[in-house]
């Protein structure tokens, strides 16, 4: 399945993510014929490339609304780790 070709959105970020874990368990019990392996790994690496980008676009749309001291409103960058 391509990347066009899955749906967006939280619910499907996570269904991606529990995708790519039951990868890793399949391919860790190395159990999987050569070519089943191969097909998977290359399916477990276009997810995580996949769920990289979604995590590095959230991140820099998220931003912290602060009052500015002449009451005007400004945006701050997420700094995580912040504990705001």
């Known amino acids: 399945m391509d990347s066009e070709d899955r749906p967006a959105g ?3 970020f996570e269904q991606s993510l529990a995708r790519l ?3 890793v368990k399949e391919l860790e019990q190395g159990e999987l014929p050569l070519e089943q392996a191969l097909r998977l790994f290359e399916e477990g690496t276009e997810l995580n490339q996949e769920l990289k980008r979604r995590l590095d676009d959230a991140e820099r749309r998220i931003e912290i609304l602060t009052r500015a001291r002449d009451g005007g409103v400004r945006t ?3 700094e995580p780790g ?3």
Do not use: L, N
């Open 76 to 78: 701050e960058a997420f």
């Open 10 to 12: 939280p619910a499907a």
């Open 82 to 84: 912040r504990g705001e």
């Open 21 to 23: 874990e039951a990868i």
